[in-house]
């Protein structure tokens, strides 16, 4: 099982998890550290290892830039920003934030697709994630189509139409009040 | 589970949010529902439907795909039926009551079953009669409590075409297989005798050829091969309150009413002979007579020339009383035998035949059983069916009208009243509020459907149901059901000749005759 990443920060209702360049896990990829808090992947960013760095332009090709200036990437931190929804107790999925903190440095490894259909199994996920502030998870319905766009891609096709409408149904009832977020939703989530 | 109950009360009814599952084509206005309490269960008829939607944004951007629109069922759009509560059954005891009180929220709906029928049509029933199913479950049977039913007037309505004579014909088999009534049928169009015409104009078995023991066909022309015995009526038996009811066909002024009573006064049961033998005298032997009996001239004349339409009625003879149809009828009706008087050869489509004889009939009928000791009465119990009813139940014939004072009075001499017609708004509203129950079958006339509802509650609510249906579907409501009931009724064909065709055990007609 390949790591991740690394938690570096833990906030409230968040944490900032260390990664490496080109391996940074996708918006709405569910995670799980070695303890098994499950998490999904929110935000993406690149920081500098050296406070107050800031970079400066080029003008070349990615490539030519990374074979001619190595030291340029080298100098930055690849991290991305997790959102932790629950945790297994007694075999069962039980959505929360964790009670006790995430242990900080605790290593994140992808979840399985069993795990990710157990975390589902139980809507409320989706409530959980629509529920969190918008200043905590500003991009809260890219990380929810994506998140669906990838349970939905392990499939097959006479099983999909069925938990689409398992999922968008209960989605329906969440919305009722925003139709336009729902309509969003299933224009992008395209089975 | 087609839904659970969203709000409610008992003035205004239960409104039930269904299933996004369940499409609401599959339902329809007058079907049953129950609703599941934690101690009864409410049995309640749709009494309305509607589509609806929690956010109305939903219309700018209409879902595109089949799969988006079924996401949104039950949520952002859904539908939901209003439904009519009538009865509470408790779980425990299976006790049946009015409606006393309501389910919770989220009380479960659901169709009913076979269990739930029997539970409220056939509870206490002596003799529960399988007459058609729920619209939409032909798999279910709704049965009518027939000794109920005819303890009481009641009545068929319904347009023409709508399956009046077809209801009646299921109905009056299960009365006459139970020996639950005498019937006395006033066959206006000869379909209730020994065969009759289907609707794909095929013949069909009637009730003569059901029953061949139990029911005497009579017919007022000796035209009628299927015919057991010929009416005849002599004028003796007529009186000017049967002309009277005659008036609108024969054109009878209130003058020439008042004129036949004098003579009737002067000339007892003799009137009516005797006025018509008048016809031929000259208009000065005509004064004379008239100065003698002391009425106007003229009315005198109108009176003859009125009367003189009856001369055309060949089951209306001058002849002895003991020669007369009625006493033989009524042995018949108070042995268990039903009889369909019909109306062939020149009677056929004869209003004048047909009223002439229902009346008269009918007339002596109620006079013979209010005189009859109570327990003779109770021995038997006749119900007299009248086609056209509203012809002789009508507002204006109100105070002459034998049929009226039947639908009003006659129940406790066990004589009831079995009204088919089409224009329920034309019989008179007394009459109406009487009729136990009613069998309310198509109609297209809005004052006909009010009317209908006469002198029952909650006549608004079932009036939407009414609206909806459809030929051989019926509302019935009233005394011999617990509850309204919209259905289908059940098919008049070998199945239920099968059920109800007459053993070959006892002949009540050869009993009958026995009595001569």
Known sequence: MDRVGEIVIVQPGILIAQGERKKLPPIGSVLKTNSSVFCIVAAHSIDNKIPGRVPMAYGKPLNTLEFEQPQVFALMKWMFQLIPFGAFKNRAFVISYPKNAVEIHSLLFYATDDEIAQTISDLSLLDFLFGIDSAILPQRDEVIINFLMNYFSKFSTEELRNEYLRVFSHLAVTLREDYFTLKKMMDRVKI | ?516
Request: hydrophobic share 40%; glycine share 6%; charged share 30%.
């Open chain 2, 1 to 516: 589970m087609i839904g659970f109950l969203k709000s409610g009360s008992l003035s205004e009814g239960f409104l039930v949010r269904l299933n996004r599952k369940i499409s609401p084509e599959t339902l329809r206005i007058g079907d049953f529902v129950i609703v599941e309490g934690k101690l009864y269960d409410y049995f309640g008829i749709i009494e309305d439907m509607r589509i609806s939607s929690s956010n109305e944004d939903v219309f700018f951007a209409p879902p595109d795909n089949f799969l988006k629109k079924e996401v949104l069922k039950g949520s952002i759009i859904f539908s939901e039926l209003k439904v009519a509560p009538y009865l509470m059954v408790e779980r425990t005891t299976n006790k049946i009551y009015t409606i006393k009180t309501i389910p919770e929220h989220f009380s479960e709906a659901r169709k009913v079953n076979a269990a739930d029928l029997e539970k409220v049509f056939m509870n206490n029933t002596k003799n529960p009669f399988h007459i058609g199913q729920p619209l939409t479950m032909d798999e279910q049977r709704i049965f009518i409590d027939l000794e109920k039913l005819c303890k009481r007037s009641n009545a068929i309505f319904g347009i023409t075409g709508s399956g009046k004579t077809f209801l009646g014909r299921i109905l009056f088999s299960g009365i006459i297989k139970n020996s639950i009534a005498s019937l006395l049928i006033f066959d206006m169009h000869n379909e209730y005798g020994r065969y009759a015409k289907s609707e794909k104009s095929f013949k069909t078995q009637s009730l003569k050829a059901l029953f061949p023991r139990k029911v005497k066909v009579f017919d007022v022309s000796t035209k009628n091969p299927d015919a057991d015995s010929f009416i005849s009526i002599p004028y003796k038996d007529v009186t000017p309150m049967d002309v009277g009811m005659l008036s609108h066909i024969l054109n009878f002024s209130d003058k020439s009413e008042e004129t036949a009573y004098i003579i009737w006064k002067q000339k007892g049961t003799d009137w009516l002979a005797y006025t018509l033998s008048l016809k031929h005298l000259k208009e000065k032997a005509l004064a004379e007579k008239a100065e003698e009996l002391n009425v106007n001239s003229a009315s005198l004349s109108a009176l003859i020339r009125h009367l003189s339409k009856l001369q055309g009625l060949d089951f209306l003879k001058d002849i002895d009383e003991k020669e007369s149809s009625i006493e033989e009828i009524l042995a018949y009706l108070r042995n268990g035998v039903s009889v369909v008087v019909q109306f062939s050869g020149k009677a056929a489509n004869s209003a004048l035949a047909y009223f002439a004889v229902a009346n008269i009939l009918t007339r002596r009928i109620h006079e013979k059983y209010v005189d009859l000791k109570e327990e003779e009465r109770e021995k038997r119990r006749i119900m007299i069916v009248v086609e056209e009813a509203h012809k002789f139940l009508s507002t204006s014939l109100k105070e002459q009208n034998v049929f009226g004072t039947i639908a009003r009075e006659m129940r406790k001499f066990n004589v009831t009243l079995f009204i088919i017609d089409q224009r329920p708004s034309e019989i008179d509203s007394e009459v109406l509020s009487q009729v136990g129950t009613r069998f309310a079958m198509q109609l297209m006339d809005e004052r006909d459907m009010d009317a209908v509802f006469q002198g029952a509650g909650g006549g608004s609510k079932l009036k939407k149901i009414l609206r909806s249906l459809q030929p051989q579907e019926v509302l019935l409501f009233g005394y011999a059901v617990p509850m309204p009931v919209a259905m289908r009724v059940r098919n008049y064909g070998e199945d239920f000749f099968k059920e109800v065709k007459e053993s070959k055990k006892k002949n009540p007609i050869k009993e009958a005759n026995d009595l001569y």
